[in-house]
């Protein structure tokens, strides 16, 4: 065929993707198994000081990972009510007028670069709500949590919308012709007929929350802290990287291993959770299509 | 027939609700539960949307005052009253041409080959998860690829157009998932039109389905772009500067771009730095915002135009 | 005017009188263009076409009839290649074109379609002008004479030229259906092709389109053989030369049971099955 050098070339655009993920795996695990040559596996996940940057080095990510998921979690907690209330709201009572206002300003909000979050969290959240509440430092994992939870209202309604638009009208009818409220049907009915969807809307954001950056950087601190205290300041697996990133760290050393070794946790977490989440929306799809 | 015994003893009884007195308390009651739980959920879709004016009203206030033509055309400072975004927005251009460049190509090429030539076997469905994973990783780790792959293995450095390639790598699967919607929107029927008349696959997609599917991949690829503006986190990674008291000049130069000066302000401790911080986000939302209406307005266009 | 004897409930339909096949009552003497040889056709595993073997006369007009469902799309489908560009779809047998099997490994079946055309059910001109549709065809086969002309033919040819030689540049997806379908069928003759293949080419138009239609593909005939498939038997009986009815087996793959001129076939069809068909006590 003479198309064959046509077809080659898309062909060399759709690998390009494939070469991407051979990459990070490769570059991660490479710089990684050269950090656990010499940092034992056992002391990155059981010791709880995380301080490669002092003299007195320790090298356990805890710190690192429970700052990450604390602040996930808090998110979520106050992301998926509110956005699962505001799914429930557009997909079953609003009018089409309503849903043609409030789903652009929706996605106008996830559009906002994260740096707008973190300054809000910093300049905002944290003087005029959380210390009043008793905050006393400047950086709290609460402060990025509430800031996070804005960002993350959008995905979690869209997706769960979603999720429940896919509900066939007829379950609908049913409920309603037995003789109950909108508010029935749509927890007691549409809710549970669209459950492994809503799931996977919530492991989606649970797994863009762990890997969000900038608003940790900005919001959360910078030093590492083993505590389930959410006034507290404390450092995430990225603020990490960051840190790392914008000192002079020589190539090769140890340290600069780390940001790979953290990097690698970071990678595992999110893609167990993207995995699930797939396999989840994979079975919600088979039941209703 | 009459209510009462049936032959053989089966008795009739008178059907179970009209044996239930619905009480007009009752009816109340459910109404009243009724109306709270739509207005707590109303008031949940709106909470979006008072979070978007209160954070568009903070940085506005606090930013909107320093906002002026110098702001533009400084440089960062010391002094957060003289300090300017112009070299990161400068890098932010810089950054964002190359990034196009090399994505947008790549990802048509890419959604061209998965929607019109792929055949439907294991290799096209390992591409088609992988793209799909691609989407979840967090923006960090290609940083980190970046950085081992770009900087030091191709020794490219903490340039631009390390920066372009990390920054490319990000914005790739968005752009091939938009490519493929767009070309969806073509119908089938077209399609089997060229290819009857003897046009091979590419022909047919090069002069029917590629043009026809244009304004619709445009949409989401201005829409992938305008995310890649905002992304910080890769570019730091790869060693993009805070303090860049120059304009680059070349790909190669060290370089940075406006969310980055943004943070770097938001970093200080100083208040006077925090405004400067709000006045950059202003200049950044704007620019998003403008790509946005661009986007929604070709969306808009194309969607009259359409006769099918 | 097409005139038609009202049909009598228990007698086929009757062949209106102006329109007399001329040939003798056999299948033409001379070669015929297509001839199928023992074609099958799945559908993954689903068995659509059954052993098919017909012989299409050149130039003239030959009708596919049967009850819907029975696979005639599919069948005319896998006389250009065209099946095959379904997932999981599998030909085999030989379809000989000029004495030549389309189906051979060396045959490139794009070749086939610049020789074999399509016209589709529901009129689908590209969303570009008038003249870029027909163009199109020229253009991608690299032609080398003057656009314009060329264009203009195949406008004329189909019948279309009056009607939109002041819109040449005008979104054809703005034309009526008839004149939609007429310009796919301009655009199919432009390349032209030695057989046009009409997929229920009439079914989503009009009474007035469609009858255009039917004058139109008289008239091809001078030059091109045409293999209509159609649903409609009064439009089969109205336009075709000669009729192949297709019918369902059990397991609902499909078979020719009976091929001849058209008279014959409507007034003394062979096949049991065919009178059924013809008579609407089925299908």
């Known amino acids: 065929m003479r198309e064959a050098p046509i077809l080659a070339v898309l062909f060399l655009c759709a690998l390009a993707s494939v070469f991407t993920t051979i990459g990070i795996v490769v570059v991660l695990s490479e710089e990684a198994v050269g950090f656990f040559r010499q940092v034992s596996i056992v002391e990155f996940l059981t010791e709880r000081r995380w301080t490669p940057l002092f003299v007195e080095k320790h090298f356990g990510v805890l710190p690192l990972l429970s700052a990450t998921f604390l602040i996930a979690l808090l998110a979520l907690a106050v992301a998926v009510p509110v956005g699962l209330g505001a799914a429930i709201y557009l997909s079953e009572y609003a009018s089409a007028r309503v849903r043609g206002v409030l789903k652009p300003a929706l996605e106008v909000l996830a559009g906002i670069p994260t740096v707008v979050y973190g300054y809000f969290a910093l300049t905002f959240i944290a003087p005029q709500i959380l210390r009043p509440l008793g905050q006393e430092t400047a950086f709290s994992a609460l402060s990025a949590a509430l800031a996070m939870s804005i960002m993350l209202l959008p995905l979690v309604s869209s997706l769960s919308e979603d999720a429940m638009r896919a509900v066939p009208a007829s379950l609908r009818e049913a409920g309603y012709a037995l003789g109950s409220s909108r508010l029935e049907v749509a927890v007691r009915v549409v809710l549970p007929a669209a459950l492994s969807g809503v799931m996977a809307a919530v492991l989606l954001a649970l797994a863009r929350a762990v890997g969000e950056t900038m608003i940790v950087t900005i919001a959360a601190g910078n030093i590492p802290n083993l505590s389930w205290n959410p006034l507290e300041a404390m450092q995430a697996l990225p603020a990490y990287i960051v840190q790392v990133s914008l000192g002079d760290t020589p190539a090769g050393s140890l340290e600069y291993k780390t940001i790979f070794a953290v990097g690698l946790s970071l990678f595992a977490c999110t893609l167990l959770l993207n995995v699930a989440a797939q396999w989840l929306l994979a079975r919600f799809r088979e039941v209703y299509e | ?308 | 005017m097409v005139s038609q004897d009202t049909p009598r409930p228990s007698n086929p339909i009757q062949v209106p009188v102006h329109h007399i096949t001329t040939g003798p009552q056999q299948p033409s003497a001379e070669e015929p263009i297509v001839e199928v040889e023992g074609l099958n056709a799945w559908y993954g595993h689903f068995h659509t076409l059954k052993d098919i073997n017909l012989r299409i006369p050149r130039r003239r007009i030959t009708a596919i009839i049967g009850p819907s469902g029975c696979g005639k799309s599919t069948f005319i489908r896998c006389l250009n290649r065209m099946h095959e560009l379904v997932p999981g779809a599998r030909v085999e047998g030989k379809v000989l074109f000029e004495g030549q099997d389309i189906y051979d490994p060396q045959v490139d079946p794009v070749e086939v379609r610049t020789r074999i055309g399509m016209v589709f059910q529901k009129p689908n001109p590209f969303p570009k002008s008038v003249f870029e549709n027909v163009a199109f065809g020229l253009r991608i086969h690299g032609y080398r004479g003057n656009l314009r002309e060329a264009v203009e033919r195949s406008l004329k040819a189909a019948a279309l030229w009056d009607e939109v030689k002041d819109k040449l540049h005008q979104n054809a997806l703005r034309l009526s259906g008839g004149q939609q379908q007429r310009l796919c069928i301009a655009r199919t003759i432009a390349i032209e092709p030695e057989v046009i293949l009409m997929d229920e080419p009439c079914s989503a138009l009009d009474p007035i389109a469609t009858l255009k239609i039917e004058d139109l593909m008289r008239e091809l005939t001078q030059r091109y053989t045409i293999v209509i498939v159609t649903h409609n038997m009064q439009q089969a009986a109205r336009v075709s030369d000669y009729t192949a009815v297709m019918m369902m087996d059990e397991d609902r793959g499909g078979r020719i049971v009976e091929f001849g001129p058209t008279r014959e076939v409507f007034t003394n069809p062979k096949d049991p099955r065919t009178e059924a068909y013809i008579t609407g006590r089925i299908g």
Do not use: K
């Open chain 2, 1 to 308: 027939m009459a209510p009462g015994p049936l032959p053989g003893g089966v008795r009739v009884t008178a059907p179970i609700l009209t044996q239930t007195p619905l009480g007009r308390r009752h009816v109340m009651r459910r109404r009243i539960a009724a109306a709270v739980a739509e207005a707590l959920l109303r008031m949940a879709a709106m909470v979006g949307i008072a979070a978007l004016v209160l954070l568009l009203t903070v940085v506005t206030r606090d930013g909107f005052h320093r906002l002026s033509w110098d702001f533009i055309t400084s440089f960062p400072s010391r002094f957060p009253e003289q300090a300017g975004i112009r070299a990161a927005l400068l890098g932010s251009i810089w950054v964002m041409a190359l990034t196009t460049v090399i994505a947008v190509p790549l990802g048509i090429g890419a959604a061209i080959y998965l929607e019109e030539f792929a055949p439907r076997n294991w290799l096209t469905r390992i591409i088609e998860t992988n793209i799909n994973n691609l989407a979840g990783v967090p923006s960090i780790v290609y940083g980190l690829l970046g950085l081992a792959l770009f900087v030091r293995a191709m020794e490219l450095g903490r340039s631009i157009l390390a920066g372009a390639l990390t920054l490319a790598l990000v914005v790739l699967p968005i752009i091939i998932v938009s490519g493929r919607e767009g070309l969806r929107t073509v119908p089938p029927s077209i399609r089997e039109a060229a290819m009857a008349l003897g046009a091979t696959r590419w022909q047919t997609v090069r002069h029917q389905v590629l043009p026809a599917a244009l304004a619709p991949m445009m949409t989401g690829i201005i829409l992938a772009l305008s995310r890649a503006i905002g992304e910080t986190a890769p570019l730091i990674t790869i060693g993009a500067l805070l303090f860049v008291p120059f304009d680059p000049r070349g790909p190669l130069d060290s370089f940075t771009v406006l969310p980055i000066q943004i943070f770097n302000w938001v970093s200080r401790p100083q208040p006077a730095f925090h405004e400067a911080a709000a006045a950059g986000i202003i200049v950044l939302l704007t620019v998003l915002l403008s790509m946005n209406a661009i986007a929604i307005a070709i969306r808009y266009w194309s969607e009259r135009r359409r006769q099918w």
